[in-house]
């Protein structure tokens, strides 16, 4: 295995492992890397692609140079290998919403979290990411995602997971492949709480959807956004 880097955005890289391994036809784990004075690594991944996850990073940046790491939520591909990045990158500081600091962080990370509410801001320097509480949005009640407002990213999590291999962006339909997905493995929970977080996260008006396990959307993300949200307020109703 291997892990290629793409900059999907100005200063924002897709840091992309396939592991054909995993079901008929492979999956994509994806971590992003946003470079800016103050870089912020999104996703810590599994344990076991630390050393392959670390070594692209450092095609980009020293870890020295990192300062924020933060994840959607608690799951092996999501933080697992969380105090391995902390001990690596001496000047990072781990950072999630209040609930997640509240249930996990503190007590299992290595160095004291920063816990943020919902809608702050964290301004890296150039680049502006805001913290969105998003609870059981993928899944589990810490989840939250990020947005990046000077290049318009959301760092989606495991919304819109496509399987098999995937190119670095696409401008192709995601939502189908998504729905394909969700329809097989029910990762997403059908509570009153999905369809209105989705058309939320559609009113940014995002042009880049940073998908965890697929390609890097390049077009209209509300459009996306909102027909995710009708079939689930369609589910939601029947």
């Not at 399987?163 to 189908?176: F, H, M, S, Y």
Request: negative net charge; proline residues 8%.
């Amino acid at each position: 295995m291997k892990t290629e880097v793409s900059e999907i955005a100005d200063k924002i890289y897709r840091l992309s492992t396939f592991m054909p391994q995993i079901g008929p036809t492979g999956f994509t784990f994806n971590q992003f890397l946003i470079d800016a004075d103050e870089p912020l690594l999104f996703h810590y991944g599994q344990r076991a692609l630390f050393p392959l996850i670390s070594d692209a990073v450092k095609r980009v940046i020293p870890l020295d140079k990192l300062r924020w790491t933060t994840c959607s939520h608690v799951e092996a591909d999501e933080s697992g290998a969380l105090n391995q990045w902390l001990a690596a990158a001496p000047n990072a500081m781990p950072a999630h919403g209040q609930i997640g600091c509240n249930i996990w962080l503190t007590d299992m990370a290595d160095r004291a979290p920063r816990a943020l509410k919902n809608d702050e801001v964290l301004d890296l320097g150039a680049k502006k990411v805001r913290w969105l509480d998003t609870p059981h949005v993928p899944h589990n009640w810490d989840a939250g995602v990020i947005y990046e407002e000077t290049t318009g990213t959301l760092f989606c999590s495991d919304l819109f997971t496509q399987t098999g291999p995937a190119t670095p962006t696409t401008e192709n339909d995601i939502v189908e492949p998504a729905i394909a997905v969700s329809d097989r493995l029910p990762y997403m929970p059908p509570t009153a709480m999905l369809e209105p977080t989705l058309r939320r996260l559609a009113a940014l008006n995002p042009t880049t959807i940073a998908l965890m396990h697929g390609p890097a959307f390049k077009g209209d993300g509300a459009a996306a956004l909102s027909a995710l949200a009708d079939h689930y307020g369609k589910r939601l109703a029947n």
